[in-house]
């Protein structure tokens, strides 16, 4: 298990020189500057800025020294909110981007296994179709879409949920469940497909022989195997949700860190970018890495130490 973990944490840190690396490269091949879009700035104003900042460095010393902050997430000072640093900006926005993520986590995975069951439990009938419908649904449609219906819905027409910002619980119910709709979809197929394999198990016909009830077989016997494949989509469902709420908080108008990274793209904002994306790039890594771990101790028949080390 340690030479596991040692190995996935090396894993990472090699990643992360990688993301590191071309985001960076590919923000300095980009044309213009940081501060090209600001008009009222004269030459020599902005030739003393890019100065300041050390953007006038050799690339490679640019690069050597971002490199070197980013391992010790000092991402310096942002280049358009004067006098804040990313690190700042990214303490700022974390906390709304966490709820998001979490309610919406909470949401995709409650309503995709429950729709699941129900559609394997009553498979080829009404509350099957009524399920895959949804997931359907929820694959087909792209979640800005489904943001705009249901503020459309429930803010505009039937004034039951606030339509933007984000003060109070009512507030995170549309983003989140427009975030949510697409992993949900996901999880409620996967969840379905792997209840029906479970259901035709031979130890599943066995404990109905026996005169087992059909919600005690369903529930403490089938779910429990059946949700194993559910578990291992953690990992791209945190992934799906992270890229997710780029557009859901720029839609909602939700000051957090999708919504900065958003803004700091337009404007260029270099060191914003590329602290943005380390610091998601590492809470994707690090959960990838804990949902491996967890799926390793809910089923005790994977090594996670087989493939290369000792567990």
Request: proline residues 5%.
């Amino acid at each position: 298990m340690i030479t596991y973990i040692v190995k996935r944490l090396g894993y990472i840190i090699l990643s992360l020189y990688f993301i590191i690396t071309i985001t960076f490269f590919l923000m300095h091949a980009a044309p213009g500057g940081p501060f090209a879009s600001e008009r009222a700035l004269t030459p020599a104003i902005e030739e003393q800025m890019n100065e300041a900042y050390g953007l006038n460095d050799p690339i490679l010393v640019q690069y050597v020294d971002y490199l070197v902050n980013a391992f010790t997430f000092d991402f310096g000072p942002s280049f358009k909110y004067v006098g804040q640093e990313v690190n700042d900006i990214i303490i700022r926005g974390l906390p709304y981007s966490l709820v998001l993520g979490l309610e919406s986590m909470f949401i995709a995975l409650a309503a995709g296994v429950l729709l699941g069951v129900i559609a394997a439990v009553k498979h080829n009938k009404f509350g099957d179709y009524t399920a895959m419908i949804i997931a359907v649904l929820g694959i087909s449609v792209p979640s800005f879409i489904m943001a705009a219906g249901l503020q459309y819905i429930f803010a505009i027409q039937m004034q039951v949920l606030p339509i933007a910002r984000f003060t109070s619980f009512a507030h995170t119910i549309l983003p989140a469940i427009a975030l949510a709709s697409t992993p949900l979809a996901f999880i409620a197929r996967l969840m379905r497909s792997s209840m029906l394999d479970v259901l035709s198990m031979d130890y599943i016909k066995t404990a109905k022989a026996k005169g087992i009830g059909q919600r005690v077989v369903t529930y403490r016997h089938g779910l429990r195997n059946a949700i194993l494949p559910v578990i291992s989509y953690i990992g791209p469902l945190i992934a799906s949700i992270l890229t997710g709420s780029f557009v859901i908080e720029k839609i909602f108008g939700i000051p957090g860190l999708g919504n900065e990274f958003v803004v700091s793209v337009t404007n260029r904002d270099y060191t914003v970018i590329m602290g943005t994306t380390v610091f998601y790039s590492v809470l994707l890594l690090v959960s990838i890495l804990i949902v491996d771990l967890i799926y390793g101790f809910v089923d005790p028949r994977i090594k996670l130490g087989a493939k290369g080390g000792n567990g």
